[in-house]
């Protein structure tokens, strides 16, 4: 148990401690595992030489666990854990989850709604004179005046609401170091904050600014005016650069939010260095009588090489939290992690996944980007691959090839995370190939999302054209080495822009390709994204164009049920989705029909099908060849 970092006022005692330096507050379990942002950070400052303490789930219904703790030297660390707390507690549908996989036996209720500003509350009452500072992905996303899709309104940033000194926003390795380093100094609260990258803070006015900045809409104008919020979420996304982006200032009121300019990546050997920091690599030994964390399961035996995605999908958090410039460990850092991964008690020979937030980056898009960041108003892969994109596998296949030779390893999977888009801008089938020969097992996931192209375009996803070419290419593969493997699609309904036809025609196709989906994910508008800016105005905020945006329950539902249209369940949704449509042509008896007409009914003449919408077209495929292996009918 030495080895974790002290829980409890025991613990610092334990170690001869009287006090701590930070208290790091956490809507989590304590896991210390490189995967969980609560032990970077926390290894990163004890690295430095700072004495840490974690206090995670404490009770919130009043602030003795703070007390209990003692004051700390510097400043109290908050997060709602790797997770938002609002999306770990609720469905897409607003519906509560019945439990919590970053809690003790997956036990849901252990941490409030909106964690990060009841803890900061509490904080605040245990130690009144100690800075607060919030990080995580809860805070990341919030630190500007963003729309809340739980209480449906647009609320201020998270440092208005919690009264918080300062907030870390992205991987903030650099940004808590020199927080850290300006409170040992004698800095104190928002002060600490000034002209440090990846930091936001507010002020009375910007007179201290450290960087040159450009203005937001306010607080007030955002919520007066959705366009004025839109144009927000663009402003936001175009300085999310740590070469050209400047600082950014939204006012709320008398005062100003102030967001530093986004932290500097991590070189290749200041990653490989915090990857070998003493993680314990599982969850705190007192978790274990409660039946432990279940969350460690899908990370336990995985590796995480990168970090970024210039990939940049609008419901994607991604770009708006890491960031699109790609940074990567070192092969040696990976392998010396496989090799610690093999000692490990109840490693059986699996390496689970070899990843990040997309699995096949290993460097930047083009060599441009190390210079001149990444391109304002463009995309490195939508509409198509850019011409400068230098789209190569062979660094990530010899890293692979390398885990493969280590003794003790059976098999490296790569699980998930795979960008198709981007394998497909690589003419070389070396990586492909070997892909499906050593690295999946039965069944590949990818994320098409949607087949109407006119779907794809406000997702920020390439052309459903690509995924049938890569659909085709994998098959064929499959077919020279003689495997027997599937594609398994994610797939989202109800997203901003996306229609009732266009879930239509994602339905004929799967009727035609003879596989339904078991499980379909509804846009979920979670904060700081693009696609919730267009969820929230109906405007596209990249052309400020008038978007379509599915808000209703009753077609929220029907979208989701033509994805499963074989389910008896969805059958008088989907029945009252295709007449909606002027759709009837798909009710009656033939092969490309989606359902039979109720008992009596006669069904309606092919001729009376309807047109298509111009724009998504459902493009032609060989049956059962590629997204799943078919299922049989239902009798209906």
Request: proline residues 6%; charged residues 25%; hydrophobic residues 35%.
């Amino acid at each position: 148990m030495n080895g974790f970092l002290p829980i409890s006022k025991q613990d610092m005692h334990d170690r001869g401690w009287y006090y701590c330096d930070f208290l790091l507050v956490t809507g989590d379990a304590y896991v210390d595992h490189p995967s969980f942002g609560t032990a970077i950070i926390s290894r990163v400052l004890e690295d430095a030489g700072y004495k840490v303490a974690i206090l995670s789930q404490p009770d919130f219904h009043d602030e003795r666990d703070f007390v209990e703790m003692g004051r700390p030297r510097y400043a109290v660390l908050i997060n709602g854990g790797n997770i938002d707390s609002m999306v770990a507690h609720y469905t897409a549908a607003k519906k509560r989850r019945s439990d919590d996989a970053y809690t003790p036996g997956g036990k849901a209720g252990k941490r409030p709604d909106r964690a990060v500003t009841v803890y900061s509350m509490l904080a605040r009452r245990a130690f009144p004179d100690v800075p607060i500072y919030l990080g995580g992905i809860e805070a990341s996303l919030r630190r500007f005046a963003h729309y809340d899709y739980w209480a449906d309104r647009v609320m201020p940033s998270i440092l208005e609401s919690t009264g918080a000194d300062g907030l870390m926003y992205g991987m903030s390795e650099r940004s808590v170091l020199e927080l850290a380093n300006n409170l040992k100094h004698g800095k104190k609260g928002a002060e600490a904050c000034v002209g440090v990258r990846g930091t936001a803070y507010m002020a009375h006015d910007a007179d201290s600014l450290a960087f040159e900045a450009v203005e937001c809409p306010s607080y007030e104008d955002v919520c007066a005016d959705k366009a004025d919020y839109a144009r927000s979420v663009k402003l936001q996304y175009d300085e999310q650069d740590h070469v050209r982006g400047k600082a950014l200032l939204q006012r709320h009121g008398r005062r100003v939010m102030i967001q530093n300019p986004p932290a500097k990546p991590l070189t290749t050997e200041e990653m490989d260095h915090v990857y070998a920091l003493p993680y314990m690599r599982t969850y705190h030994p007192s978790y274990e009588p409660l039946g432990g964390v279940p969350a460690i399961q899908e990370v336990q035996f995985s590796i995480i090489h990168n970090r970024g995605c210039f990939g940049a999908c609008n419901f994607c958090a991604l770009a708006f939290h890491q960031g699109r410039y790609i940074q990567a460990r070192s092969h040696e850092s990976v392998i010396a992690e496989a090799k610690q991964i093999v000692q490990m008690p109840g490693f059986k020979g699996y390496i689970h996944d070899v990843g990040g937030p997309t699995a096949n980056f290993r460097f930047p898009a083009c060599k441009q980007q190390e210079e001149h960041g990444l391109c304002k108003n463009k995309r490195c892969l939508f509409p198509s691959a850019c011409k400068n994109l230098e789209a190569d596998h062979t660094d990530y296949l010899n890293l692979l090839r390398e885990l493969r030779q280590i003794e003790g390893i059976k098999k490296v999977f790569v699980r998930s995370g795979l960008r198709y888009d981007y394998m497909m801008a690589d003419h070389n089938d070396a990586f492909f190939r070997e892909l499906v020969e050593h690295h999946i097992s039965g069944q590949l996931k990818v994320a098409p999302e949607h087949m109407s192209d006119n779907a794809l375009y406000y997702m920020g996803k390439p052309s459903f054209s690509v995924y049938e070419q890569f659909r085709e290419r994998y098959a064929r593969i499959n077919q020279k080495l003689g495997r027997k493997q599937y594609l398994v699609p994610y797939l989202m309904s109800s997203h901003p822009g996306a229609t009732l036809d266009d879930a239509i025609l994602l339905a004929e196709y799967l009727n035609k390709v003879g596989y339904m989906p078991e499980q379909v994910q509804d846009f979920y508008p979670t904060p700081g994204t693009l696609s919730t800016a267009m969820y929230y105005t109906e405007i596209d905020p990249r052309t400020m164009k008038p978007v379509y945006v599915a808000k209703t329950a009753e077609e929220k539902a029907m979208q989701r049920a033509l994805l499963q249209w074989r389910r008896p369940d969805k059958r008088p949704i989907v029945l009252a989705a295709l007449k909606k449509a002027g759709r009837e042509d798909l009710i009656g008896f033939g092969k490309e029909c989606l359902i039979r007409p109720n008992r009596g009914e006669t069904p309606p003449a092919p001729a009376k099908k309807a047109a298509r919408p111009a724009k998504a077209s459902a493009p032609r495929a060989p049956k059962k060849k590629g997204w799943a292996k078919a299922k049989p009918r239902r009798k209906r």
